[in-house]
């Protein structure tokens, strides 16, 4: 049961079989895990959002349409759910560039100074991401991160795979106006 498809799992557990719905779980904890992280930034909190995801899939799941795939439905979820998270907590959001790594100079060896920079850049490129609108922050991360072509993102946001494109470009461009490489007014 290891390579059955998403689609013939999703039967399967429709029929009865309901302990296969832990290798979709198996499957899609981390990429649903990542979209928890990226919004919530605690990972206590993520953990909570993740398994809240796969209880909304499972009770679900006979929603879902078998003539389409299985991995954009799943993810249009969890979207939905960290969208909602997102709301309900905004007040309460730490920003993980606003983390302080608090170690004194003089124990800083240029390896450290090194990886200090490299957490920097990191740092600057979540703050950009952060500026992003959530459609378009999640597309790119969609694209980069998951790597998952264009057509399945256009499948999660009910969008045209051109619409798509511009959204990645456009936020793209943005993100390198905000990182110093670009001519613009800033982020919009």
Known sequence: ???????????????????????????????????MYRYCRSEPEADDLTQDVFLRV????????????FFPWLYTLAVNRANDWHRSNAAKRTNLVELHWDIPEAEVSADQEEKMLSREEVGNLYKALD????VTREMIMLRYQQELPVFE???IFKASESAVKMRIARGLAKMKVFLGGGRHEGME
Do not use: C, H
């Open 131 to 134: 500026e992003l609108p959530d």
């Open 1 to 35: 049961m290891n390579n059955a498809s998403d689609e013939t799992l999703v039967q399967l557990v429709l029929k009865g079989e309901t302990q296969l719905f832990a290798k979709i779980v198996e499957r899609y904890e981390w990429p649903v895990y990542n979209l």
């Open 153 to 155: 993102i256009a499948d």
């Open 58 to 69: 499972y009770d679900r799941l006979s929603s879902f349409n078998r003539n389409r795939r």
